[in-house]
């Protein structure tokens, strides 16, 4: 075994042989992989922790011991508990529809494990980091014995260890130096996104019922900004299968067969259309052919369609997606758009006839186009290993941007197929890759980076589109670099009580493994949620990054207002809360960004010398603030002792506590900032007055920032951009609030600013001033707070008392 220093101090790189050093391929993990292959100079330091290597019948053995009580976490996108100790992974990207808390294997690989040691100190093992797979041995993560981690695989590879160093956020700091955490979301992909792929037409002969989506999502009051376009199948007739747009709030079945609109033949069976979607608010003026996107590619026009309309007789009651945008857009919504890596094979149809012209597809073993089945039937699969094909791909995404299109999201990219036993293709498939990543090699050595590239296509596509705005891309399949082009969702999960517990832990472990932008399908994506699991799901999935809500085209409504008027109020409280935390939340991302620290944190991170906290699976940090939450069938959140990390912690809410929401504490010493309840995004407005919310520790001070710019584009990298760090101190009676430091170009807003000083039990008291100016704030008597304490705890429990007659009477 041999080791050198690289990046930085306290990071290691370890080799089974010098001539394994050599033979290495290289890592796409690192944005620069050369900087994993240079050693530092004058830095003489021994690593504390060596790991032992066995390297024999081709098999790489790797084993770290570390001390007892050590804690495991990482392994990326992983079911199950939140410490990792007695689970094992194996990398290696599979659609696992309907996955358990013992799968062992999901839709991302991340060969990284952060080890917590007993002293709160830490150290991360970055593994099989390389674009080498393998599904006949996979590469195992085995974290089954206590305090070790042995890694199995059968190729030769580095490791990489980053520590250990005083805490979990410095090896993660260090962590992102290496791998570019490079993620600085643009406002738009923090908001609630709504799937939407069940609105369907009932076209009656001469009777189109529909409804205003806007309408109705002002009406109920939910905040949503992006919604996903989920379109299915460009079929060999030219016919369209259209399976979504605007909000899914009826379902209605449109049978064309008896109304003797479509031929039989056309309906259901995967090869022509049997439901176009759409919204009366946009088509009361709108005509003229769809540009498309199907699951299997890119951009058409649907000359078909035209055709389509004339049978119908309908044509004006069909938009083009441009003027469908611009809709979206006035109302202040906006779209993302599913593109899947399958094309259709169909001469005539021109990306297929484009990418065959430049021989971009992946190959059987036998040299020809490997063709699978997906969504549109028969699909050929882009080479995405070729930056030749990678540019093919950025332009038509370029193209389609053109349309109006606000963001695209890559499904099925694991790459996942029907009619497969693997459920993926084969093995021995033929990748002509670059040189830089490896040349030729069969699929098994670019499976697990081959979503991953695929998002990287689509994110320069869409920085070709408008190099001035920061892509919105969202991503299924990924690995160990990922976040430096696309959000994570994690993936076909159900609607159950035991994945609403692991989504608090799959958020968490995401974050440990340098992708601070993810989130589940919060309801579930498979199976019928009830009203209560509803609510609590989307009391925590709307405090996580990223805040989407999905299901299955045969599932029970899952939109906020399906469940009766119980879980509407929860739904929309609950996303209340979540605009009025996105300063803060966006304020986080630029720490994941400059500093890698991830937004949403495991419990024990406010103490990571804490060891009862290590295991703490329903309740998470997002900074200062510690969302705490009952996650359990029958554990009701007024009911549960809330164990809290040393210190001081403030509880308080927004006058919105309800049982199915998530209790909120913040810590002492913290300021945060907080906005007010917006409708979207678009509604804000940089001279809204701003709350802070002071909590002071036991020497009487606070102290947070708040980080501003336009929303979108790349000024901030050229200091348009204000960095606002606040500070508060209490000296005898008075508490002065003001600002620090501020850094950046940006002036600031004119503004009000109001302080909301945290007192305990509930209890606060509010001040206005003049952002910018020195607030100073008289601290009420000792009896006063006790009557503030006592009005607050008397208000919560009318409040809740109230709510408990009419709580669900179904889990």
């Known amino acids: 075994m041999i080791f050198e220093p690289i990046l930085e101090e306290g990071v290691f790189r370890f080799d089974c042989s010098a001539d394994d050093r050599h033979a290495a391929f290289p890592s796409i993990s690192f944005e620069n992989s050369k900087v994993r292959d240079t050693p530092l100079v004058n830095v003489h330091k021994v690593p504390t922790y060596i790991p032992s290597f066995e390297c024999v019948l081709g098999q790489q053995i790797v084993t770290v011991e570390f001390p007892l009580n050590t804690s495991f976490y990482g392994t990326g996108e992983a079911s199950g508990q939140l410490e990792r100790t007695g689970k094992r992974i194996f990398t290696w990207n599979t659609d696992a529809w309907g996955y358990g808390a013992g799968t062992t294997s999901l839709y991302q690989s991340h060969p990284w494990v952060l080890a917590v040691l007993p002293n709160g100190e830490a150290l991360g093992v970055l593994c099989k980091h390389d674009v080498v797979s393998d599904m006949a041995s996979f590469e195992q993560i085995d974290l089954r014995k206590e305090s070790n981690v042995k890694l199995i695989s059968s190729s030769a590879y580095p490791v990489i260890t980053f520590g250990p160093f005083a805490s979990p956020v410095d090896v993660l700091s260090s962590f992102s130096r290496a791998v570019d955490f490079k993620i600085n979301p643009g406002c738009l992909l923090l908001d609630y996104l709504a799937i939407i792929w069940k609105l369907v037409l009932n076209y009656l002969a001469n009777d189109i019922k529909s409804f205003d989506v806007i309408g109705v999502f002002q009406i109920f009051k939910m905040l949503c900004d992006l919604k996903h376009m989920k379109i299915c199948n460009l079929t060999s007739g030219g016919h369209l299968a259209f399976y979504s747009t605007v909000i899914r709030i009826i379902d209605y079945k449109v049978d064309f067969v008896n109304q003797g609109l479509l031929p039989i033949d056309s309906c259901m069976t995967g090869t022509g259309p049997i439901f176009l979607c759409h919204c009366e608010l946009f088509l009361c003026h709108q005509s003229g052919p769809w540009a498309i996107i199907s699951a299997g590619g890119a951009i058409t026009l649907m000359d078909e369609f035209v055709r389509l309309q004339r049978h119908l007789g309908k044509k004006e009651q069909f938009p083009d997606p441009k003027t469908l945008a611009d809709d979206l857009h006035q109302h202040g919504f906006k779209a993302i758009w599913m593109l899947d890596p399958g094309i259709k094979k169909e001469e005539g149809y021109f990306v297929y006839d484009s990418g065959s012209k430049s021989d971009i597809w992946i190959q059987t073993a036998e040299g020809k186009p490997f063709v699978g089945d997906v969504w549109p039937g028969p699909c050929v699969f882009p080479d995405f290993t070729q930056s030749s094909v990678r540019s093919w791909w950025a332009n038509l995404v370029k193209d389609f941007i053109s349309n109006g299109v606000d963001g695209i999201w890559n499904d099925m990219n694991e790459p996942a197929l029907f009619k497969a036993l693997t459920r993926t293709m084969p093995e021995s498939n033929i990748h002509r890759g670059d040189s830089e990543l490896g040349g030729h090699q069969n699929h098994s050595h670019y499976h697990n980076v081959y979503g991953m590239l695929m998002v990287r296509s689509t994110y320069e596509g869409m920085k070709l589109s408008n190099e001035q705005k920061r892509p919105i891309v969202l991503t299924r399949a990924g690995f160990v670099g990922s976040q430096r082009y696309a959000a994570t969702w994690t993936g076909d999960n159900l609607s159950t009580w035991e994945h609403l517990h692991m989504s608090i832990s799959m958020v968490v472990q995401l974050g440990l493994s340098g992708q601070p932008l993810s989130g589940p399908d919060i309801g579930g994506f498979a199976g019928n949620a009830t009203p209560k699991l509803f609510g609590r799901w989307m009391g925590v999935g709307s405090m996580f990054p990223f805040c989407r809500g999905h299901s299955e085209a045969d599932t029970v409504d899952h939109e906020p207002w399906s469940f009766g008027e119980e879980c509407e109020e929860v739904c929309r409280l609950a996303l209340r809360r979540r605009y009025r935390f996105l300063p803060h939340i966006y304020s986080l991302f630029y720490m994941a960004h400059t500093r890698g620290i991830p937004v949403a944190t495991p419990t024990f991170f406010a103490d990571p010398k804490?060891?009862?906290?290590?295991?703490?699976?329903?309740?998470?940090?997002?900074?200062?603030?510690?969302?705490?939450?009952?996650?359990?069938?029958?554990?009701?959140?007024?009911?549960?002792?809330?164990?809290?990390?040393?210190?001081?912690?403030?509880?308080?809410?927004?006058?919105?506590?309800?049982?199915?929401?998530?209790?909120?504490?913040?810590?002492?010493?913290?300021?945060?900032?907080?906005?007010?309840?917006?409708?979207?995004?678009?509604?804000?407005?940089?001279?809204?007055?701003?709350?802070?919310?002071?909590?002071?520790?036991?020497?009487?001070?606070?102290?947070?920032m708040l980080f501003e710019d336009d929303g979108d584009g790349y000024e901030y990298t050229n200091g348009g951009y204000l960095l606002t760090t606040y500070v508060a101190e209490k000296q005898s009676s008075v508490v002065t609030v003001k600002v620090l430091k501020a850094e950046g170009s940006w002036k600031r807003p004119n503004r009000r600013l109001q302080v909301q000083l945290l007192l305990g039990k509930g209890a606060k008291i509010d001040a206005w001033g003049v952002d910018g100016?020195?607030?100073?704030?008289?601290?009420?008597?000792?009896?006063?707070?006790?009557?503030?304490?006592?009005?607050s705890e008397k208000q919560l429990k009318t409040r809740i008392g109230d709510l408990l007659p009419f709580l669900y009477s179904s889990p």
């Open 610 to 704: 804490d060891l009862e906290l290590r295991t703490h699976e329903n309740s998470f940090l997002l900074g200062p603030l510690l969302i705490y939450a009952s996650t359990g069938r029958d554990q009701e959140l007024y009911q549960m002792q809330h164990k809290l990390p040393k210190g001081i912690w403030f509880s308080f809410d927004f006058e919105d506590s309800h049982p199915d929401l998530p209790a909120l504490y913040l810590q002492g010493g913290s300021i945060i900032p907080v906005a007010p309840p917006y409708q979207h995004v678009g509604e804000a407005n940089p001279t809204d007055d701003l709350l802070l919310l002071v909590a002071l520790n036991e020497n009487g001070k606070a102290e947070g």
């Open 773 to 791: 100016e020195i607030l100073q704030i008289p601290m009420p008597s000792e009896s006063e707070v006790s009557d503030l304490v006592l009005a």
